[in-house]
């Protein structure tokens, strides 16, 4: 696995205060595909941002260059870290698009298994599983199988799998698009809920205008291939949102807002 560059926060002035740091990167795939770039993205600590485009934009591409699944193939990914620490790839937890949950065992146990990959002490994982469970409502489901739940309940333990090691960084590929609505507003407020109260940086991808405005602090808009930033818009809504914003005027304002911006995405134009 590649893992991004990582830049502590005196490193650069330039980038100080902030989680991620994008600078002219492009990704071409061996098949000549230019997915990325040039992309300049830059995310603040503890801000919620969702990345929004049309298929195929490098959305998600780009996820995968922050969490150092991928390298890019030519300028650089900087995060920050913990100070002390080394490797910046362990303050990256993944929510990936399907739950990707082992079968054949229990909710408890795949919620361990990157304490395992890591090797923790065994008090010490059985700790934070019960905490990443109780985070997301799931502690009377510990010892139930991935077959026994729902949809919704299956990415809970996904979630709190990306919780367990306690990231700076979360990163989320749509990971509610496949759900009903119901279910997805109240997995969007859950998630709203947990950011607050955790203070992590978030970084969400999503095709829904709706819910990058209902989540975000900023919807950045990418253009489509080769993605690149088209917009950014702030979304400066009072906190808590709840079903008040949901129905607001002011919300509908800013979907209308963050559609235009989309648009030229799907109409072949450039947005810049």
Excluded at 94 to 118: D, G, H, I, Y
Excluded at 154 to 180: G, H, W
Aim: hydrophobic share 45%; charged share 25%.
């Amino acid at each position: 696995m590649a893992e991004p560059a990582s830049l502590s926060d005196t490193d650069d002035p330039a980038i100080a205060g902030l989680a991620v740091s994008l600078r002219g990167v492009t990704k071409v795939y061996d098949n000549g595909v230019v997915a990325l770039g040039p992309l300049e993205l830059s995310v603040r600590k503890g801000e919620f941002a969702a990345l929004l485009g049309p298929s195929g934009c490098g959305k998600s591409t780009a996820l995968r260059l922050i969490a150092g699944l991928a390298a890019p193939t030519s300028g650089t990914v900087h995060l920050s870290h913990r100070r002390g620490e080394t490797r910046p790839a362990r303050t990256i937890g993944f929510v990936f698009q399907e739950p990707t949950l082992m079968p054949w065992t229990s909710v408890k146990e795949n919620v361990r298994l990157p304490l395992t990959l890591a090797r923790a002490p065994a008090a010490e994982a059985d700790a934070r599983v019960n905490e990443a469970l109780a985070r997301v409502g799931l502690s009377e489901f510990a010892d139930s199988y991935p077959r026994e739940l729902s949809g919704g309940m299956k990415m809970r333990v996904s979630l709190a799998r990306a919780l367990v090691t306690d990231p700076d960084i979360l990163l989320m590929d749509e990971p509610f698009a496949a759900l009903d609505e119901i279910t997805r507003f109240r997995l969007n407020n859950d998630l709203l809920a947990l950011w607050r109260n955790l203070k992590k940086t978030v970084v969400f991808v999503t095709h829904s205008v709706f819910e990058s405005v209902y989540l975000s602090q900023r919807v950045i808009v990418m253009t489509s291939r080769p993605g690149r930033i088209g917009a950014e818009i702030p979304i400066d809504a009072p906190e808590p949102r709840g079903e008040d914003f949901r129905t607001s005027a002011e919300y509908a304002q800013l979907c209308r807002k963050v559609s235009a911006a989309l648009a030229p995405s799907y109409s072949g134009r450039s947005a810049l």
